[in-house]
């Protein structure tokens, strides 16, 4: 009797088309989705069966209204986004192949240099953590060496890669990033990690 939640506002478009319900091959009841849906814009939204869906006005008694609620420049960002993502042949392929190539090559380099690393990698997301074994929650994630990450993070920022500043947060490649940009990354990984 429980509902089913996707909250798709990091993996929706980032995985696949559908979000990870298509990847995993998942229905929810409800999926949320953040300013992906916008190009990037701020915008949110929800979606879902049609008779949870017929609580909200003007079928329903519940009300939801939002400040940027129907933004037309997020709405035609987001339509302009949908429209390259359908229509560039192979898209995610390459995306997939751009993020394995960038998540393989870190983990290679770290365990090069003598660091006990892992990864988690899905879609045009992907991890590292300082760890001798799998990270799969929240308490194998608390094993990480969070001031050997803080010491790869300032030594990747100043070589020009800004990755997100917790070892907790998932570094993604876009369709924009090219081959040569993961070599660039992974010359200045190599850098860091020699010296850490």
């Known amino acids: 009797g429980a509902l089913l939640i996707f909250d798709e506002v990091i993996t929706g478009f980032r995985v696949a088309l559908g979000g990870a319900q298509a990847l995993y091959g998942i229905r929810p009841d409800l999926t949320c989705l953040g300013k992906i849906i916008g190009g990037g814009l701020p915008v949110g939204a929800f979606g879902g069966r049609k008779d949870i869906m017929a609580h909200l006005a003007p079928e329903g008694g519940v009300y939801q209204a939002g400040t940027l609620a129907g933004n037309p420049l997020a709405m035609a ?24 190539r960038f998540a393989d090559g870190l ?77 660039e990354t992974l010359a200045a990984a190599e850098a860091v990690f020699s010296r850490l």
């Open 77 to 100: 960002a987001g339509l302009a986004t949908l429209d390259i993502l359908k229509n560039t042949p192979d898209f995610y392929v390459r995306l997939e192949e751009t993020s394995r």
């Open 107 to 183: 983990l290679s380099l770290a365990k090069k240099h003598g660091h006990a690393a892992f990864g988690n990698r899905v879609g045009a997301m992907a991890t590292l953590f300082f760890t001798n074994g799998p990270v799969t929650d929240y308490t194998s994630a608390k094993t990480s060496d969070t001031e050997k990450f803080a010491r790869f993070y300032r030594g990747m920022r100043e070589r020009g890669v800004y990755l997100a500043p917790s070892q907790f947060e998932a570094a993604m490649v876009s369709g924009a990033h090219t081959a040569a940009d993961v070599d």
